[in-house]
């Protein structure tokens, strides 16, 4: 097909029909720029509908100079989201002067269509000539390779008097070896009439390195055009010169500034430090409703720190750390991507703000400089697991639990049924915490090499002041966030630029990827129905509905070669986990791999999704495993009898009432539940001794409800490998047969992304137009970080309580 392309394209030539597009008032002329591949703000006047398919903020500026003294012409355009607006005056001393004032709106309607619309307020020389054109464009990009738009322009048949009349035209696109070359052709004629005279015209892009690109241009009427673009940074200068063949010494000059992605500049000065700050609660995956500000993901996070480690331009990265991390799996995520930071000779600095904890703490040891607030306190004193009882307060007010557990470490249930842990329990929080205990003497040792021998001394010290800290040699510097800049210059032997906002917009190609790796994220408590981010009145949902039809999508979507799916979930409903398990399976009989990147906590219901993947991540401290069940309810009966509540059932059949919160189960309904739960935990590990290649007898030892760290899994092989949602990513691509440096765009399936106004669209709308995007917690006085946790539980239980056999962990761990 591409070749078939490639071949219609230069073959143009000779079928061109005669007469030639005359320049016209109402619009700038372009360099070399065609309807089917333009994206940025001149596609306002060329093919609206490409302001939606690549909404990234952009500017143009030119002036164009025709020979001879003819007009010149000064033209402008600012884009921001799908909006656009641009201004052009032409100076003409002899037709007369002319302004036009354009505003456009574009959007994407599926990944590869788009549609625009654009009006232009006409203001010609001379009294009551003012007049409006509207136009409107479609673009279809079927491939990334391949572009098709169609353009109608001046609709409305404004002033055929003056020349502006509607105008008809298309365009085709080929973009070989990643689009670094383009080859185009556009038609446009002036009206839809079968014996109107049409116009060709074709267009050539090269870009033959990053900062450099070269345009041409020509007609069948034979004016030629050549220029030159180069880039430094975003903003890059060009040159472009055209002319009639007969009249080569003579050429119409544009001389013009305009925008483009960071990744282009020609010239590498190597002096960024990109800061990332870790202020805010960062979520596994993007969140943000219509109106309420997104806030930055940590898989993008992670992302822009993987940019900085391989942009020429950096010369160092800074870790800013101003709040806890949540988890020591993200803590082990961080130091990782420090590590290899200081591999690829990065200059690594760590600077400790005002939580300076235990986590961030050891996220500064994998740094080559750690740098703490002068008023900080260096809050490293080691961990402790606070567990909450409640069978005495039950007791109290006379709420009977019951429930039956699969097996004797699925303790979930204690916290209603007994007054302290059971020895099983009290075994696997040790372990656990012994793990960590390791991770943080491991930490210390290999990023303090002098203090390998008094670590638990060192601890059992903590918490230090600012300056104690220093004294001991756990930081090297004190340093004010003003002062960060200068003293990590100091410190690097060189001048560096803070760059704060690295990366921090994401940048929206206006073409569908080649290759695709799709995330899919299983975040939050696994539930049926769709996936929910967190609200004001509710916590993170993992929906089995909104997961399956991802990983459906994904295994439809010829374009998608491998899936990442990253599980952060303690679990939930049995029957949801089977629901996205078995899609997981057709995924893979379809020839796709799937690699699992587990996060902080990826347990009970969190593993059975991911039990079925060709490979399975985690980090030494994710706690996973918890292969059990349980289920059971809690009575309310003689609560209801002390309040002076009175219930009467009548049923039919001996156990339609078991589930009746006004009584307790009797034998019966208790041995019923028994057989449920039992048939449910045998379904789970079988789907574990399919996915791991295990006899069950070797699984049922590792399950009984016991909880591992990541590093204890992958000793007993429950997961592959050791490492974080990089390493997952580097899989991916070997198991899909990519070399390292094949061009592979990470796509995510969400509601955010579908119907027919997607709502980053409208979110940069509402942005270009002035107004603010809020938190929901914003004006409440409610601080999320102390009500957040308790909502997140009810809604969690909520969503729950028509289910009756439970995957889920028995406690909620965070690190602070």
Known sequence: MPVAVAALLLGLGPVLPAGAAEPVPERPELPAMPSAAEDGAAALWINPAALGMDPDPSGWLGLRLEPLGGPGTLSGALQRGPFATGVAYRLDGQQGNWLTVSTGLGVRLNPRIGAGVAFGWQIPEGPDDNFMTWDLGLAWRPAHWLGISLVAENLNDPAPDLGVVPRFGGGLAWRPLQGRVSLAVDYRQDSLDATAEGSFSGTLRLEPTDGMVVRASGDQDGRFGAGVEL??????????????????????TTVYALTADGSRNLLDTGRRLPEFVLDDDFPDQPRAGLFMEAGESW????????????????????????????????????RGLLARARAAGRFTVAYLDQDAGTGAFMVAMAADRVYLHPAATLDVKGFALELTHMRETLDLVGIEPQFVQRSEYKSAPERFTRTRPSEPAREQLQALLDDATDALHEAIATGRGGLAGDIEVLIDAGPFT???????????????????????????????????????????????ASRE??????????????????????????????????????????????????????????????????ATQRLRQAGKPLIVSMGGVAASGGYYVAAGADTIFAEPTTITGSIGVYGGKLSFGDLMDR??????????????????????????????????????YDQFKERVATGRGMPPDRVEELARGRVWSGRQAWQHGLVDELGGFDAAIAAARREAGLGDTAVVELVTYGDRDRGPLPQRSVRLAIAALGGRLGSPWEGTGV??????????????????????????????????
């Open 466 to 512: 600012a300056d104690e800290a220093r004294r001991r040699g756990l930081v090297d510097r004190l340093v004010y966030p003003d002062q960060l800049e200068a003293v990590a210059s100091e410190d690097a032997g060189r001048p560096l630029h803070l760059d704060p906002d690295y990366h921090l917009d994401d940048e929206v190609s206006g073409w569908p």
């Open 517 to 582: 790796i799709a995330v899919v994220y299983v975040d939050g408590v696994i539930t049926t129905g769709s996936s929910r981010g967190p609200g004001l009145l509710a916590g993170t949902i993992a929906g089995s509905d909104t997961i399956v039809r991802q990983l459906d999508q994904a295994r439809r979507d010829d374009g998608v070669v491998a899936v990442v799916m990253r599980v952060d979930s303690p679990g939930g409903s049995a029957f949801a986990s089977d629901e996205i398990w078995r």
């Open 299 to 334: 898989l993008h996070l992670l992302q822009r720190i993987e940019a900085a480690i391989h942009d020429p331009a950096v010369r160092g990265i800074v870790v800013h750390i101003d709040r806890p991390l949540g988890s020591l799996a993200r803590v082990e995520e961080l």
């Open 783 to 816: 601080e999320p970080a102390v009500l957040g946790p308790l909502v997140a539980d009810l809604d969690a239980w909520a969503r729950l309580a028509g289910e009756r056999t439970w995957t889920l962990l028995p406690w909620r761990v965070e690190l602070r």
């Open 231 to 252: 880039f430094w940074g975003r903003v890059g200068t060009g040159l472009h010169l055209d002319a009639d063949g007969s009249a080569l010494d003579a050429p119409a």
């Open 643 to 680: 309040l002076g509540l009175r219930t009467e059932i009548i049923s039919r059949g001996r156990h339609a009432a078991m589930d009746s919160p006004s009584r307790p189960m009797d034998a019966s309904e208790l041995a019923a539940l028994e057989r449920l739960v039992d048939a449910t």
